[in-house]
């Protein structure tokens, strides 16, 4: 009840039916990662995770969560944390932020334990024996940083950097004091770990060979397809404890292997693992401090990022600051001024999420491994090699908010995406994990992601060798495109069904693929991010081509769809409509037919032509985001209403933009911003996606958006706050300020950009390489003729 009420004095502030009073200004913080809440999003479905991590670091050292009896979660959530679960099974030294299926990564789980290791750890009857409550007020997270004391009595401290981890565990002197070293036991389980144990230089090291994302969705991609090895170093000696295998322990052995296997329905089998553990005298030294190094290439490789990052001299306080300091760096690059403590919070919570991936993959010394399974060195010019792309997502605003932050990085992230699709036989994959092409997810985000990067800045990387692979796979059916495996979900080939789509120009039900409705709206899409790219690379006929393609989305328009008006909906090969309710989600990917008609953003002017025009498109706007009674439907409201927690949505609100109606992107935005991102641990309702929807948010609070794919226009909503100053590398500059932001009022009166008066609510893409000054006059009722005539441009073919 509570909640309802807060959600409706929120649509009755965004209509300008209240006054409220003005928030506090604050300056800009000093210390913005002091205002992030790493909690927020690790329950209802948000799947991040609260541990220490460098800004897209390849170590995230964080807890692996399990339910103790009495709570209602068996196990933990995507990402390895779930606020609501109670039990912790041991802390890891991988995770990604945001992920959907079962999760990913959480390799090499360690826990400290005051029991005595009789039992093998993998084995059905030790049950929880090893596991600990855990309880929040005992528990602290910051950017860098990690602490929580278990119900067992041990002090857990975190801390990173970009390739090692650094602990600290404080026993009970009254208490046995081990360490087990979980290596099978990755979030989705193992086919092979070891483990070596060196009381003599107090070290243990070892390896876990996983993959399998999302495995259980097809009984091919039950598979491991990397190697992660760990190298950890103690600063107290220890006597060896002992390894297990399955439900056998050998106490007093230094070495050990085994893997829990993936089962019959792609997870970890029960009873199935393997690892060992070491034991310290709590009474001489309670307090146990370890370094930590991980490689994807060798042992060697850890030795050395350990070395090079986490030498003998570092401490655990050394690292935390100097993380820290990393993330008020990178956090600062956006400094905002002013707004409600919460909105601060969130607001530097959501570009904390939004610059975790994807992660480091490559050593210090330049090597990685690569898809081929061989040890690669960086590209000329490219500083890493990163891995963890989830393209479906973050091609839509992820990538171009890392990519203006910092273009170098973003270039690393294209020539990385290159790198892997020449290691993988020129398939670019969907949805790659480390060195795994694991095709989760439909379309072909690689051409609007590279797109997007080389619009905002990020120029340094093979863009004649990247369009043409792209080209090349966008032209020429292989027989991964012609394949099944994996589909639905997990299609092997980069654009599943392309000789149906190069025939009929759209993709017809029962082509390969997931959905073919939604697969055709990914494709054109794909086609104009290409498009783009090749206009960049200089291939004009390319480009033109390519821009033809992109509006077969009109071959799926039935202007009769239904009573209310046309839809883009599912066709049968033959050119006939099948029966099509806009409520149901067949032959679209997690979204309803009525949620995917709005998916046109390159091309809104021709899209709203087809509805009818400005008028029709805007009362059906009205009736997506609204109830009947006019309350808000953003979020949770049914197929017929918007779901601006996930993808397919998220770009429909800057659509009123573009019918004259700008007031009503604002109002939308901020309700939206207001229902579903809170200050609180369900303050991210869907999952995170490697930071996609937190960028969505961040992009948002500052009153702009990159609505389309592959281009660096941006289109106007209204800032969040008094004052944003974003700074990037080369010095450039973009400042934003909102007067009346203070008194939450959404609706732009009147902007300067420049110092000059405007009336048009976008930018052009120059804006975003020269920087500039914004100035917006906000207000709590609506200015119904600001930005009217002079809506935002579209680049669908010409007819």
Not at 388 to 393: L, V
Not at 618 to 642: E, I, M, N, Y
């Amino acid at each position: 009840m509570r909640r309802s009420l807060l959600l409706a004095a929120s649509a009755l502030m965004l209509m300008g039916q209240t006054s409220p009073a003005p928030a506090p200004e604050a300056p800009a913080p000093a210390d913005p990662a002091a205002e992030v809440n790493p909690f927020i999003g690790t329950t209802n479905g948000g799947n991040v995770y609260p541990g220490a991590t460098m800004p897209f670091g390849m170590v995230a050292f964080s807890p692996e969560q399990t339910a103790l009896p009495g709570k209602r979660f068996a196990i933990s959530a995507p990402g390895g944390y779930e606020w609501r679960s109670n039990g912790v099974r041991g802390f890891s030294l991988t995770h990604i932020s945001g992920t959907g299926c079962t999760g990913a990564s959480g390799d090499i789980p360690i826990m400290p334990v005051t029991v005595p290791v009789e039992t093998s750890p993998s084995s059905v009857a030790a049950g929880m024996l090893y596991s600990s409550i855990l309880t929040h007020d005992r528990e602290r997270a910051s950017p860098g940083a990690y602490s929580v004391t278990l119900d067992n009595g041990v002090a857990v401290d975190l801390g990173a950097t970009d390739r090692t981890a650094a602990g600290r565990f404080t026993f009970p002197a009254d208490k046995d004091a081990n360490l087990l070293f979980r290596t099978s036991d990755s979030e989705v389980g193992s086919t092979a770990s070891t483990i070596r144990i060196d009381p003599t230089t107090r070290t243990v090291s070892g390896s876990v060979t996983s993959g399998n994302f999302c495995g259980y969705l097809a009984e091919d991609r039950r598979e491991s397809y990397y190697t992660l090895h760990f190298v950890a170093v103690f600063d107290q000696p220890f006597e060896t404890g002992g390894t297990w295998r399955d439900d056998m322990v050998q106490a007093g052995a230094t070495s050990g292997s085994g893997g829990t296997g993936y089962g019959t329905r792609g997870h970890p089998e029960a009873g199935k693992g393997a690892g060992g553990w070491i034991h310290f005298d709590a009474k001489r030294t309670p307090v146990v401090n370890v370094r930590i190094g991980i490689s994807y290439v060798d042992d060697a490789g850890a030795r050395a990022n350990l070395e090079r990052e986490s030498p003998a001299t570092a401490t655990l306080e050394t690292t935390q600051a100097a993380t820290s300091a990393a993330w008020n760096r990178a956090l600062g690059q956006v400094r905002i001024t002013g707004g409600a403590a919460d909105d601060r919070t969130v607001f530097y919570t959501a570009l904390y999420h939004s610059l975790m991936e994807p992660n480091l993959y490559s050593d210090a010394d330049g090597r990685y491994r690569g898809f081929d399974g061989a040890v690669h060195q960086l590209a000329q010019g490219q500083q890493a090699q990163y891995a963890n792309y989830s393209g479906w997502d973050v091609y839509r605003s992820q990538l171009q908010l890392v990519t203006l932050l910092d273009p170098q990085r973003g270039s690393d992230i294209a020539q990385s995406l290159l790198n892997q699709a020449n290691q993988n036989g020129g398939v670019w994959d969907r949805w790659t994990h480390l060195t795994g092409a694991t095709g989760v997810m439909n379309g072909d985000p690689s051409p609007p992601s590279l797109a997007a990067i080389h619009a905002f800045g990020g120029r340094a990387f093979d863009l004649q060798g990247a369009y043409a692979s792209l080209k090349k796979a966008a032209t020429v059916p292989t027989t991964r495109d012609l394949s099944r495996t994996g589909c639905p979900v997990l299609c092997v080939g980069q654009r599943p069904g392309l000789a149906a789509w190069m025939k009929h120009h759209y993709m017809p039900v029962g082509a390969p693929g997931w959905g073919m409705a939604s697969d055709t709206l990914e494709m054109v899409a794909a086609d104009f991010g290409l498009s783009e790219l090749a206009q960049a690379a200089g291939d004009r006929a390319g480009a033109a081509q390519f821009r033809r393609r992109s509006g077969w989305w009109r071959n799926l328009f039935n202007p009769n769809a239904t009573a209310e008006g046309g839809y883009i909906q599912p066709r049968n090969a033959d050119g006939s409509w099948p029966k099509f309710d806009p409520a149901s989600f067949d032959e679209f990917v997690e979204g309803s037919g009525a949620q995917y008609l709005w998916m046109v953003p390159f091309d809104p002017a021709g899209l709203i032509q087809a509805l009818g025009g400005r008028a029709t498109a805007a009362r059906r706007l009205d009736a997506f985001f609204q109830k009947p009674d006019g309350s808000w439907a953003v979020t949770k409201s049914g197929p017929l209403h918007a779901e601006l927690d996930n993808e397919p949505s998220i770009a429909a609100p800057w659509l009123y933009n573009f019918v004259g109606q700008p007031w009503k992107t604002q109002a939308t935005v901020r309700a939206a911003m207001r229902q579903i991102w809170t200050n609180k641990p369900g303050g991210i309702s869907g999952n995170d996606d490697l930071g996609q929807m937190s960028s969505w948010y961040v992009w948002s609070a500052l009153g702009l958006y990159p609505v389309y794919p592959g281009r660096a226009e941006l289109v106007l909503g209204s800032p969040l706050f008094p004052q944003a100053v974003v700074e990037r590398p080369d010095g450039t500059r973009i400042t934003i300020r909102g007067q009346g932001a203070a008194a939450n009022a959404p609706y732009v009166q009147a902007l300067r950009v420049n110092g000059q008066a405007s009336d048009r609510s976008w930018l052009p893409a120059d804006f975003v390489a020269k920087g500039g000054s914004l100035e917006f006059t906000l207000a709590t009722e609506p200015n119904r003729s600001w930005a009217t005539r002079s809506v935002p441009p579209s680049f669908g073919p010409k007819r």
